[in-house]
């Protein structure tokens, strides 16, 4: 079976603090993606990052950090020094090369609201 | 970039009515686009996934002739609801994954999403 369990339904944090959104996923394939998509207000997703699973180096972006940890089925997503503009939902997905079709498993998303 | 549009971001119809949403891909060719839906405060749920120049793969419990889908090139889907009724009031989003192969065609890039409120 293939799942993206986000925990996390909401959190809620001031400006300038740093935020770390969990992202547990479930697969018995060897070969897969990860990745981070944003859902502001407006409605678009915003594609944030992938990661194959034969990369488990972390990456950071700007203000932006992921940490991929194999052992723990983890992909998690850090935002430092959070800003009022990244208030959106935050969802992680899943899709492994033998997915027909290549459909991505999305998690139920964690909603972020960063406050003044 | 990888740009994919919609069209109409947001319609209103009366019950009964079809109502055809476009999703292009603007800046590249796309394999494979898929239709989702979104209700609020939920994730997105898969409604099929499309082919260029084939019929699309439905999800369980998707009804066919309800949701129409016609891939006819590589930069354009529709989707068509058809007999809307208030149900099927939601938020549609597409996205489309590029031709080519590669990393870049592991990736799915999606539309701003199309509001529709069957009155």
């Known amino acids: 079976a293939q799942k993206v369990t986000q925990a996390q339904t909401e959190i809620s944090v001031v400006e300038k603090e740093d935020v770390t959104l969990d992202c547990v996923y479930e697969?018995?394939?060897?070969?897969?993606?990860l990745f981070w998509y944003k859902q502001p207000p407006s409605g678009e997703l915003v594609f944030l990052i992938r990661?194959?699973?034969?990369?488990?180096q972390n990456e950071i972006s700007g203000r932006y950090s992921w940490n991929f940890q194999k052992s723990t089925s983890s992909f998690n997503f850090t935002i430092t020094a959070s800003q009022v503009v990244d208030s959106a939902v935050y969802f992680c997905a899943l899709r492994t090369i033998y997915n027909q079709g290549g459909k991505l498993i999305f998690g139920q998303g964690t909603e972020l609201s960063v406050k003044p | 970039g990888a740009v994919v549009s919609q069209h109409p971001s947001r319609v209103i119809c009366k019950s009964g009515t079809s109502v055809k949403i476009e999703c292009r891909s603007l800046d590249f060719q796309a394999t494979t686009m898929f239709w989702y839906r979104q209700f609020p405060k939920q994730s997105l749920m898969l409604m099929a996934t499309s082919n260029e120049g084939s019929k699309a793969t439905y999800e369980q419990g998707v009804e066919k002739d309800k949701f129409l889908i016609n891939h006819a090139s590589l930069t354009l889907s529709t989707l068509t609801v058809t007999s809307a009724h208030p149900e099927d009031s939601s938020f549609y989003i597409c996205?489309?994954?590029?031709?080519?192969?590669?990393?870049?065609?592991?990736?799915?890039?999606f539309g701003p999403g199309t509001r529709l409120l069957v009155l």
């Open positions: 996205s489309a994954s590029r031709r080519g192969g590669g990393l870049k065609q592991e990736t799915q890039y």
């Open positions: 990661r194959n699973s034969f990369d488990e």
């Open positions: 697969t018995r394939d060897t070969t897969y993606y």
